[in-house]
């Protein structure tokens, strides 16, 4: 083979491998000009259309326990934050001259009573005999009569001892139980006033919460008082802690402002038997005002472009600019009104770097 003959075989060659490498390169500048994207369905969900309001929390049930008379305080039976049973011992006041006072007259009461009683028997008995004599003629009417008179007025005076006894026995043991001063209601102990050997007369002593049922009260204006109705659900995130949430319901509201701010004050009901909230501390309240089904997309999914607001509909991996009508933001997710339906797919991820009509590459 002549040397022409082979340096034309080797161009060819180069030409179709150089051929070859930029057909490779132009199918790779095609592929790198899809850009990648994550996409989400369009879908219809329920919606809260809400307001904020800041609030604090109170127990629903707060009482406070006096001391009652003169005394000194024997002991102390809680603490702080100790849980407390209806009728149980908080704390006593000193007992030995109310328990010494209380053993004499009992045992002075008890003594009379009992002597009485046993003298109506006795003349039980006396009438019983008189009234055999009577019958034999033995004695006369007079005398059995007198016997009859006698027993009804010891009869009476007994009575008299009996209901004496049980009524001052009663006080007494009022008096000896009063210094023994218990919890009205189940709850825990907010707070304790007093200490043991203390000289004390009508103070208060301990403060008792029970909040298993909370308030939570909140200021909110004239506009939004004027959205809200009795037994209106509210969304409570305890010191803003949205990972932790209830519901509560409205259980009053006033009807003039509190103060010149013209706020008006709003108390909401709130089950708490898990304790998750604790008197005093603030909290976030969502007034529900409204709640619908609605299509609800991620916000990031949206992008402004010049005054409008518009989405990227996927169809065969190519990006379609929508415009969309935004309604009221949830958490992370924003209604839209108008410009999209139900079962549409739309970017997601990487929608912020599209343009109408770009080409597309989902990844997950």
Do not use: W
Not at 202 to 222: G, K, P, Y
Not at 315 to 335: F, H, M
Request: with cysteine; proline share 2%; charged share 25%.
């Amino acid at each position: 083979m002549s040397k022409k003959l082979i340096l034309i075989y080797t161009l060819a060659i180069f030409t179709l491998l150089l051929t070859a490498c930029n057909t490779d390169e132009a199918s790779d500048a095609v592929e790198e000009k899809r850009v990648p994207i994550t996409v989400v369905t369009v879908e219809e969900n329920d919606l809260n259309e809400t307001f904020l309001s800041l609030g604090r929390v109170e127990a629903k049930t707060s009482v406070t326990v006096e001391t009652g008379g003169i005394g000194t305080v024997q002991t102390v039976s809680v603490k702080a934050g100790d849980e407390v049973k209806k009728n149980e011992v908080l704390f006593t006041l000193d007992l030995e001259d109310i328990q010494a006072n209380y053993t004499i007259t009992e045992s002075q009461l008890r003594t009379i009573r009992d002597n009485l009683k046993r003298q109506v028997t006795n003349m039980e008995e006396q009438v019983r005999q008189n009234q055999l004599l009577y019958d034999n003629q033995a004695i006369s009417k007079n005398v059995l009569n007198q016997s009859i008179e006698s027993l009804e007025q010891l009869k009476n005076q007994y009575s008299d001892a009996v209901i004496n006894y049980n009524t001052r026995v009663s006080n007494l043991r009022e008096d000896l139980e009063s210094r023994k001063v218990k919890s009205p209601i189940d709850g825990r102990v907010a707070a304790v006033y007093i200490e043991k050997n203390q000289s004390v007369q009508n103070i208060n002593a301990i403060e008792i919460i029970n909040d298993d049922e909370v308030i939570a009260i909140t200021d909110v204006t004239a506009s939004q008082i004027n959205q809200l109705v009795i037994d209106g659900p509210v969304i409570i995130h305890p010191d803003g802690n949205r990972t932790s949430e209830c519901i509560g319901n409205i259980v009053r509201f006033n009807e003039i402002p509190k103060d010149s701010r013209g706020l008006y004050e709003v108390e909401v009901l709130i089950c708490n038997e898990d304790g998750n909230l604790r008197t005093g501390e603030y909290i976030e309240a969502y007034y529900i005002v409204d709640q619908r089904r609605a299509l609800l997309v991620p916000k990031s999914a949206t992008k402004s472009v010049g005054d409008e607001s518009v989405v990227y509909v996927i169809e065969e991996n190519s990006a379609i600019e929508r415009i969309v009508k935004l309604g009221i933001t949830q958490d992370n997710s924003v209604e839209i009104l108008d410009g999209l339906e139900a079962g549409e797919v739309i970017a997601l991820r990487g929608s912020k770097y599209l343009k109408d009509g770009d080409k597309t590459k989902i990844i997950e």
